[in-house]
Each structure stands twice: as structure tokens, then as C-alpha cells.
């Protein structure tokens, strides 16, 4: 169980750490103390929305994780997922990996409210998410750590770089470890930390259908899988099913 934990605390860890063309800059120097003295009250107001959500939706805080986790693998940590489509945005929201895949928001919403009333016109979205991610992680039994803060809200998204980016769920190894050095994480553990969070949570079935009944156009389940998983995976998800049954990661 530590194990779970400290991999999914490294995983909000990397994403927040995913500067890449995004926040303030790969020179920027961000900070833990960066609201301290303007909104001294900030990670207070964060988690307290975080635990309200978590009281009605048991799913969020792993629908928060992830969604940092698709904001900061797009130009940086830097809010760009939040943006809504407008004349001259087309929104990342609406990208495949995202689009009715990718929830949270209204939670980010709501401390956005929050965080105005208190600190108006003061903290960043992006931070904001961030900080919400490591309170996600803390209120899911995981360990706590030190946001270094200070990023700047990108003012357009792309659309077109989400859809490039973003690893999709029947990537390979080789294709996972190339999408993950495209925003500067190089190394084994980092791409270890981030796929393996992804035991947090659930996803719909259809991503596994091919698995249990037709695996690379054979006609039979991915030998890999154990007896015992196939036929419960099954159950959830039958052959001739939709595939939209959320199953346990």
C-alpha cells in the first residue's frame, strides 16, 4: 500500500514539474511561499471544495489528478485544459484524449469561486489545479509535499497538440517512453510513476473490449491475462455490450 501511495504522490509530483513551453517558463523560479503573504489561506480553501466534492463523488480526486496530469502534458502546467471554446479557441476539452473522458471541472470552478471571494484577481488556474492535485492525492491517504508556485495561465489552448501529446491507453512501452521525453521526462521511473497512478481510479470498459475477446484480431483473449481477471473483467463487460460499464483500474 506505501508503494501505491508514494507512486501516486510522484505522479502529481511530475506533472507539476512538466515545464515545457508552459507557465512561467522553463527559467522561471517558482515557489512553495509564492502566496504567502497575498493568500495565506489558499491550500486551506483548496482542500476544503476538494473534500465537499469528495463527500458526493469518490472518483474525484483521482479525475483532478489525472486532469493536471492532461493540462501539464500540453505546453506545461499552465491551465490551457480549462479554457473553454471561444472565436479564437479551439479547446483542448474537446481533443480525443479528453473529450467525455476528462472530468473534474466543476470542482475547479468552484474553488476558482472560492479562491476570488478570498484573494481576488491574485492566484493562477494553473496553480490552482496543482494545488488541488497534491490536496487530491493527501485526502486520498497519499503523503503531502511543498507546490512550488508562482505559474501564469496560458490565455489560448492547442487542440492539435493534445492530440499529439497526450499518451493514449494502447500505446506501447516505446511509444509511451517517447510521448513522456517529448516533455522532458527521460527517465524509467518517471514514465513508471505516471502510468502506474493509473491504478487510481476507474475507465470504461471498451478500452480493454479487444482483451477479453478479440486481442490483436485473433478471435481469443490476450493470453496474458489470468483466468480469474478474464472472467470477472467479462462480467463487467460483456462481448456484445456497449463497453461504457466503468470498471476498478
Not at 516505446?174 to 514514465?191: A, I, M
Amino acid at each position: 500500500m506505501a508503494s501505491f501511495y508514494y507512486i501516486l504522490a510522484v505522479a502529481a509530483a511530475l506533472c507539476s514539474a512538466i515545464l515545457v513551453g508552459g507557465g512561467r517558463g522553463t527559467n522561471a523560479q517558482l515557489t512553495p511561499t509564492f502566496y504567502d503573504k497575498t493568500c495565506p489561506d489558499l491550500h486551506t480553501i483548496i482542500r476544503s471544495v476538494v473534500e465537499d466534492a469528495l463527500q458526493t463523488d469518490p472518483r474525484i480526486t483521482a479525475s483532478i489528478i489525472r486532469l493536471h496530469f492532461h493540462d501539464c502534458f500540453v505546453n506545461g502546467c499552465d491551465g490551457s485544459l480549462l479554457l473553454d471554446n471561444s472565436a479564437t479557441i479551439l479547446s483542448e476539452k474537446e481533443a480525443r484524449p479528453n473529450n467525455n473522458s476528462v472530468r473534474g471541472f466543476e470542482v475547479i470552478d468552484n474553488i476558482k469561486t472560492a479562491v476570488e471571494k478570498a484573494c481576488p484577481r491574485l492566484v493562477s488556474c494553473a496553480d490552482i489545479l496543482t494545488i488541488a492535485s497534491e490536496e487530491s492525492v493527501s485526502l486520498s491517504g497519499g503523503p503531502e509535499w511543498s507546490v512550488p508556485l508562482g505559474r501564469r495561465d496560458s490565455l489560448t489552448a492547442n487542440r492539435t497538440l493534445a492530440n499529439i501529446n497526450l499518451p493514449g491507453p494502447q500505446s506501447t512501452v516505446e511509444q509511451l517512453k517517447f510521448r513522456f521525453s517529448v516533455v522532458g521526462l527521460n527517465r524509467t521511473e518517471d514514465l513508471v510513476a505516471l502510468s502506474g497512478a493509473h491504478t487510481f481510479g476507474r475507465a470504461k470498459m471498451c478500452i480493454i473490449q479487444d482483451r477479453l475477446y478479440n486481442f490483436n484480431n485473433t478471435g481469443k483473449p490476450d493470453p496474458t491475462l489470468s483466468s480469474d481477471l478474464r472472467t470477472k473483467l467479462r462480467k463487467l463487460c460483456p462481448e456484445t455490450g456497449p463497453g461504457t460499464t466503468l470498471g476498478q483500474l
